[in-house]
């Protein structure tokens, strides 16, 4: 289920409960003249990830835009800096397992197209 981004992401990624999964779609933002993400990969992984995340009500996910071509491709994109995000689209698995801990997983780049890779990472 695709879920608003009402806070920053450190608070959302803070409130993710114990033994409670988030997903982070980390995409290209939309380009005003076409309407669609920049990057063409993002453009091809998103009816998956729409596919998936729709039709489950246990499966939660954000959206969070990384910004313009320009914005993304600085060293200093604040997703690269603070989430480590190489690539778009990137998805990120937050889980809080029982002691609290938060582990991060994630999904990167082609891998995201690849349907076996996405199923097994988000468990299905």
């Given amino acids: ?3 608003p981004l009402k806070e920053s992401l450190e608070s959302t990624l803070a409130n993710v409960a114990k033994n409670e999964t988030l ?8 380009d005003p ?4 993400p920049w990057c063409p ?8 990830f729409n596919n998936a995340f729709n039709s489950s009500k246990k499966l939660n996910v954000v959206h969070v835009y990384v910004g ?6 600085t060293p200093h994109n604040e997703f690269r800096v603070k989430f480590g ?3 778009v ?7 809080r397992d029982a002691q609290g801990n938060l582990k991060t997983s ?16 988000i468990d299905i």
């Avoid at 003249?33 to 669609?36: A, G, S, Y």
């Avoid at 689209?89 to 889980?95: C, Q, V």
């Avoid at 994630?106 to 097994?120: E, G, H, Q, T």
């Fill in 1 to 3: 289920m695709l879920l």
């Fill in 23 to 30: 997903f982070v779609a980390y995409l290209a933002s939309v």
């Fill in 33 to 36: 003249r076409t309407k669609q």
């Fill in 41 to 48: 990969t993002v453009r091809a992984a998103l009816p998956l």
């Fill in 68 to 73: 313009n071509m320009p914005q993304w491709k």
């Fill in 85 to 87: 995000i190489s690539a």
């Fill in 89 to 95: 689209p990137t998805l990120g698995k937050y889980t």
């Fill in 106 to 121: 994630l999904l990167v780049d082609y891998d995201c197209l690849d349907a076996n890779k996405f199923s097994k990472f």
